[in-house]
């Protein structure tokens, strides 16, 4: 131990290591909270050895071959946010925080692109580029929380994703400590046709084939104007009826959330929308969707509504920010709580909505809400059950989850789109990529022989 922290100090500096068992503690959770796993599948959580904070790229790379020689796990963290339980210290080994590598390097106003250190907050990036009149068009709740590097890792979702993609489809280029310690670049440019897009080793990769420290990101005017609607729909079916309506006609819009969540109506669900760009544009949009919504059953709330929810957008994540140790305790309370964003086929939504409620009310679990985020093939349940003291509500609650992911592959759907596997869902990614995961799996052997690189997480060997 005081050889692996004195060799570290010898990369970095003592400063940039610690040891302090309260901060391990928190470094070595994300936000995957205890109530959320399934109580067969208990998980190993360890101490780290320590946590280093790495400077540059130099560093990663000598503290990679560091690991490499004492065989020991590296842990890439960045906020600290993900929900599946990627950034979770399941063996003893080196959490590499890079939210000190937070510099954005290059502006460039003219290609439209970021060049930044991939332990940036994504909300201090967003600032910059605001003030420069630009946005990054990812926009997720925890927009105050999460890095680059998280983002890319999980290849994560927000607000915006309508027009602006996923925060991997904002990836023009990327440098990345692989696990061998090789330094891999990919140029920033739109497209490239030089063979299989190694990108996508990092995109989703969850920081177990390499550490991601800088991207190229593309970037977007700041909008001329953004117009926000919140329409009411006597049911989730004719509210999904009326978006698919809305894509068939063209539409996209920036913004699209929708549910049916029982705490803020008896009956009936909300659709918040929003179109933003140039005056005229939006305008147009508006209008259209506005008229394809009305004449299929929506009707207009007040407009107040759909700017309180968009101002409040980030609100749960300060809050998770402000107490993590809560929210890692969920479900301690007797009340635990789970969803499923699952990504179907739009044809298929409304059937697998309706043998998932049969699911869901045989294992005697509380369907809250059923929504749709961005797109009409994006879908969600946030799920709950009280503990009556029998304790087998968290049981019955994962029970549920794992047949509704079943179910979404059994219909040609992925199990998740937007929080990534971590361990929670690991276990099903045989089937979610049949040979492919053995594909992953012998990449992942090739370019990490000692297994040091976030181990036991998506499904890999462990
Ligand atoms: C309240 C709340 C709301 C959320 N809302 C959204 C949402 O709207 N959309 C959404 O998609 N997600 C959401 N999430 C999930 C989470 O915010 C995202 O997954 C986020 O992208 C993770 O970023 P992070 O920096 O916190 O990463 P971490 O949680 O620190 O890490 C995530 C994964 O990436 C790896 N990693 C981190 N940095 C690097 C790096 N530089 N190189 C390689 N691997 C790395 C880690 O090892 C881990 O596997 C939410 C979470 C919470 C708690």
Redesign the pocket.
């Known amino acids: 131990m005081k050889t692996l922290v004195e060799r570290l100090a010898s990369i970095t500096s003592a400063q940039s290591i610690t040891t302090d068992p309260a901060l391990l503690n928190t470094l070595s959770w994300?936000?995957l909270s205890e109530g959320r796993v399934h109580p067969l599948r208990s998980i190993d959580i360890n101490s780290p050895a320590c946590a280093v904070f790495p400077g540059s790229v130099n560093e990663v790379r000598r503290i990679v071959l560091l690991a490499n020689e004492l065989k020991i796990s590296i842990?890439?963290?960045?906020?600290?946010?993900?929900?599946?339980g990627?950034?979770l210290s399941v063996k003893p080994g080196i959490v590499l925080d890079?939210r000190r590598m937070n510099q954005t390097i290059e502006i460039d106003i003219e290609a439209r692109s970021a060049r930044v250190q991939?332990?940036i907050v994504l909300e201090a990036l967003e600032q910059r580029l605001n003030e420069q009149n630009f946005i990054l068009g990812h926009d997720?709740?925890?927009l105050p929380?999460?890095?680059?590097?998280?983002?890319?890792?999980?290849n994560?979702?927000?607000?915006r994703a309508g027009v602006y993609g996923s925060?991997g489809e904002q990836v023009l280029g990327l440098e990345?400590v692989m696990a061998n310690g090789e330094i891999l670049r990919k140029r920033a440019v739109p497209r490239s046709s030089t063979g299989p897009d190694l990108r996508l080793l990092?995109v989703g990769?969850?920081?177990?084939f390499?550490?991601?420290?800088e991207a190229t990101l593309r970037i977007f005017p700041k909008p001329e104007k953004r117009v926000l609607r919140a329409l009411f729909f006597e049911s989730f079916e004719s509210g999904f009826d009326a978006i698919q309506k809305l894509f068939a006609a063209g539409l996209q819009p920036a913004l699209l959330d929708f549910g049916d969540d029982d705490e803020k109506n008896e009956q009936g669900a909300v659709l918040y929308l929003g179109f933003e760009g140039a005056v005229e544009i939006v305008a147009a949009e508006d209008r259209l969707a506005t008229d394809v919504l009305l004449r299929n059953g929506g009707k207009h709330l007040p407009t107040v509504e759909a700017e309180t929810f968009w101002h409040n957008r980030h609100a749960?994540?300060r809050?998770?920010l402000a107490n993590r140790s809560q929210?890692r305790n969920l479900g301690r309370d007797g009340i635990y709580r789970d969803w499923i964003h699952v990504a179907l086929p739009a044809s298929k939504v409304l059937a697998f909505r309706r043998a998932a409620m049969v699911i869901i009310e045989q294992h005697g679990v509380d369907l809250h809400e059923s929504g749709l985020w961005i797109q009409p093939e994006l879908f969600s349940m946030r799920l709950g059950i009280e503990d009556h003291g029998e304790n087998q509500a968290q049981m019955a609650l994962q029970q549920t989850v794992d047949e509704l992911l079943g179910l979404a592959q059994d219909m040609s759907g992925s199990m998740e789109y937007?929080?990534?596997v971590?361990v929670k869902l690991a276990p099903f990614m045989s089937k979610e990529h049949g040979y492919g995961l053995e594909v992953m799996s012998s990449i992942k052997k090739m370019l990490d022989p000692n297994n040091i690189m976030?181990p036991g997480?998506m499904g890999l060997p462990s």
């Open positions: 994300d936000a842990i890439p963290y960045g906020g600290g946010s993900g929900l599946m990627a950034a890079l991939a332990g997720p709740w925890t929380v999460a890095t680059v590097g998280g983002a890319i890792s999980t994560s979702v927000g607000y925060m990345a990092l990769g969850e920081g177990c390499g550490i991601v420290t749960i994540a809050r998770f929210r937007t929080h990534g971590g976030n997480k």
